[in-house]
């Protein structure tokens, strides 16, 4: 990481790997030194977070996708003053409801049972927009993360964030330029969440991005690309 770039931690949600922000690392590498975080190797969301917390330097720029964005957060309760600006994409601050925990719960015996290659095809809906299920480039790309991902990290990181705490306390504190960006059409964190998140920072912009899913890095890179570009040189 270079002094005249801003060092930028970038956090996968589930079943993501580096994949999920290469179009980021590539686009955004003339104004920021991108380091895309390996979060399949830890039981909680809190050890997540001091691991980042151990491999950037003081200060950073941080942007969390999904579980990525529970990761971010917990940082921000962690460390609020070593994170220089924040990005909260398709994520919660709130914990899960009985119903989502129980689909969770469902999917750990799925996998525990042998049958992990069943769970990308059962969550795809989720991750991506209707009308991209038949993006062969994107779903691919999308099943072989989660391939690589493998069983055992899909279980560590499903446990974790079952475990995960209410952030709601951590917003109100949060006192860097933050943005919040969503999918329209995101299944799995709708657009009420992020309306939510935003009203809960007060150095927030919501940023909303059209026909688009869960997985809005990879769904719609260059409208990503470009409000985190805006992101990163607000107020430089």
């Not at 993501?16 to 104004?31: E, M, N, S």
Request: glycine letters at 8%; proline letters at 5%.
């Amino acid at each position: 990481m270079t002094d005249e770039k801003c060092p930028l931690a970038l956090l996968p949600g589930l079943l993501c790997d580096d994949a999920l922000w290469q179009p980021q690392v590539v686009a955004l590498g003339d104004i920021a030194a991108p380091w895309v975080a390996e979060l399949t190797r830890q039981d909680s969301i809190a050890a997540m977070a001091a691991d980042v917390l151990a491999r950037m330097p003081e200060r950073f720029a941080l942007a969390g996708l999904s579980m990525g964005g529970y990761v971010a957060l917990e940082i921000m309760a962690q460390a609020p003053g070593r994170v220089s600006r924040l990005a909260l994409l398709d994520t919660r601050f709130q914990t899960d409801s009985a119903e989502e925990a129980s689909r969770r719960r469902g999917l750990i015996e799925l996998a525990e049972k042998g049958q992990f290659k069943g769970v990308t095809p059962r969550l795809l809906p989720l991750f991506i927009h209707s009308g991209r299920l038949d993006d062969a480039a994107l779903t691919g790309t999308v099943t072989a993360m989660a391939e690589r991902v493998g069983k055992d990290a899909f279980v560590r990181q499903q446990r974790a964030i079952l475990g995960r705490r209410d952030h709601s306390a951590t917003l109100v504190k949060i006192r860097v330029p933050t943005l919040v960006l969503c999918g329209r059409q995101d299944a799995l964190t709708p657009l009420a969440d992020h309306q939510a998140l935003a009203a809960g920072i007060a150095d927030s912009r919501l940023e909303v991005i059209e026909d688009c899913g869960h997985l809005a890095t990879l769904e719609r890179p260059a409208e990503v690309n470009a409000a985190l570009r805006r992101w990163l040189l607000a107020g430089n």
